[in-house]
Structures are given as structure tokens and as C-alpha cells.
């Protein structure tokens, strides 16, 4: 090789590695580990198995959830969430940096193996109902590196695991995994907590979606109509649009949980509670990695490629502190 060819050599192959981090930046694996494998086994579930997802932002907490053989579905593993971004609430514009709430359907046009942050799905945001509703936003995501403007972030090795679930359940018939993302756990408790909320109408809707999840363990039929999530409800015609009113139903609606009555007598005699957010929320375990390492070692722990936490003294304090 010539001097001249060799240094062209050495010079692409620097720009190369600035360009694309090295080799940690190659598109990372998403095969299901031996490993990760053998804890799937363990744990009674199969490869193949459908999957379903909920999110919690208060608990900062992801679930995977794994159908067995009787058509319910049983809890495989909760992950710690690593980063959120905004506060409790549904994402309404982009550049809120609002983290959605409601119900989703992930389809494998959804994933993305080359994502910049590691690996990654879309939720989907804006589905029907916010469409309708004139929401904005988009590439809405869960995916690794522990930094949000909008997204579910988790740690590279979080993704690694997540993402091979997934991508295995629908190589196997699945057509398409729910989300189920919520403000927290809809437990009377949680809903009392957060009485006078300007939010809990929605939150009312949701925690009907919640309680049908909690007593069946079937995957809910969503529909949207009359600007609401309606679940299980076989309507004698598709609705016209999320914001018409539902038609008629088709007999008696299997399991419909309606939590809203007695989500309301719960809120008129609880007091209100306020809580003093900066941006966003992250689990208590990362929160003190986080405090012990230092931003730059912690990105360092929770991505490969060393991608930033997003605003690390926000991620520090607690968003779900009173304020006084």
C-alpha cells in the first residue's frame, strides 16, 4: 500500500470511528440470549410467547407481561425505568416533553434495531383518539440510553433484553403488542392521592382499561368513541369517528370494568396533593447510581455508546415530593 493510499486508509477509518462511536455504535444484537433465554424458561414462559407492556410513571417501572397456554397473560419481568421526561399527565403538543399516557398498539413497522439510542420501539403517538383530539408529536419512544425529551428511556442492556422479547413474539404471530401507559398505579389509593388533578377525567378512563387488565389478564379490546378509551365493548357498527358518539352495543360486554363511580366518591372526600416537578422522574435505583457516580460515569454505566442523561439534576430530585 502506498503512503498515500495508507494514510487515505488510516484518515477514512478515523472519520469512520467520529462518525459512529466505534464499534459499540454497530447495530447491537437482537437475538434472545442463552442467558436471558434460560430466565425466560425458568420462569414458565416460552420464547414464542405474546407479550404485553405497561408503564408506570410514578414508580418510574416497565412490565413485560407473557401469555400462557390458558390465554392470560402473567407477569414475566418489571424493569426500573431509567428516564421520563414532563410530569403526570397525556402528552398534548410536541416540544412538551410529556411523556404519553394512554392505550397503544405496537406493530414491527414500530421497531427500530438502528436506532441512535441503542434500540428502540414507537409507540405509535398520536394514536386515534389523541389524533382526534388534535394532538401533536411524534417518534414517541421506548429505547435505551438514559435520556428523554418525551420518551420511555432505559438503560442499553434494559433494551437488550426488551427488544428480543418483543421482536421473538411477533416473529411468532404476533401481529402487533399493547402498551398500556399509565400516570401511575391506578389503585383506589394512587387515585385518591391524587385528588383535584386537572387530569382525573382522563385518568378515570384509564383506570377502567387498568382494572379490565388487573381482573382478567386478557389483553382489552380498545375502541374509541365519544372521546373516550372503551374497552371490550362489541358496538353494532365501528364507531365513525373517536369523537362520535359510540353506537350501540352487541349484548353484554365481557368483564367491562367501569372504575369511574367509585374513582369519584373516592375523589370528593380526599384532599388534593401537589407535587413540585423540575422535569420528569427516574427509578430510585438510577437516582442513586446516578448521585454516586456523577453524570458523565453514569452515562457511562447505563449506555454504550456513553450517551448523556438527559438535565441529571433534574433526574436528582423527587418529583413526587410535596410541596410545601
Known sequence: MSRLSLGAFVSATVLLAGCSGGLDALAPSTDITPKLAREIKSKGFNQQDAVLVRIFKEESELEVWKKKASGQYALFKTYPICRWSGKLGPKKKIGDRQAPEGFYQVDMGLLNPKSQYYLSFNLG????????????????????????????????????????????????????????????????????EH????????????????????????????????????????????????????????????????????????????????????DGGMHPQFREQLKRYGAKSFSAKTSTRKYPVSRPEAALSDPFTPAK
Open 125 to 192: 403517538y398520536p394514536n386515534r383518539l389523541e389524533s382526534a383530539l388534535g394532538y401533536t408529536g411524534e417518534a414517541l419512544m421506548v429505547h435505551g440510553a438514559c435520556s428523554s425529551s418525551g420518551c420511555y428511556a432505559m438503560t442499553d442492556a434494559q433494551m437488550a433484553e426488551l427488544y428480543p422479547i418483543v421482536l421473538k413474539a411477533m416473529q411468532s404471530g404476533q401481529r402487533s403488542f399493547q402498551v398500556h401507559a399509565y400516570p401511575f398505579r391506578m389503585t383506589s389509593a394512587n387515585m385518591a
Open 195 to 278: 385528588a383535584g388533578d386537572p387530569n382525573m377525567a382522563f385518568w378515570q378512563n384509564l383506570k377502567q382499561g387498568y382494572d379490565n387488565f388487573q381482573s382478567t389478564k386478557r389483553e382489552p379490546k380498545v375502541s374509541v368513541c365519544n372521546g373516550k378509551y372503551q374497552f371490550n365493548k362489541n358496538f353494532v357498527e365501528d364507531p365513525e369517528s373517536p369523537l362520535s358518539a359510540c353506537p350501540a352495543v352487541v349484548g353484554q360486554s365481557d368483564m367491562v370494568a367501569d372504575a369511574a363511580p367509585a374513582t369519584r366518591e373516592i375523589v370528593m372526600e380526599s384532599r388534593i396533593t401537589e407535587h413540585s416537578y423540575v
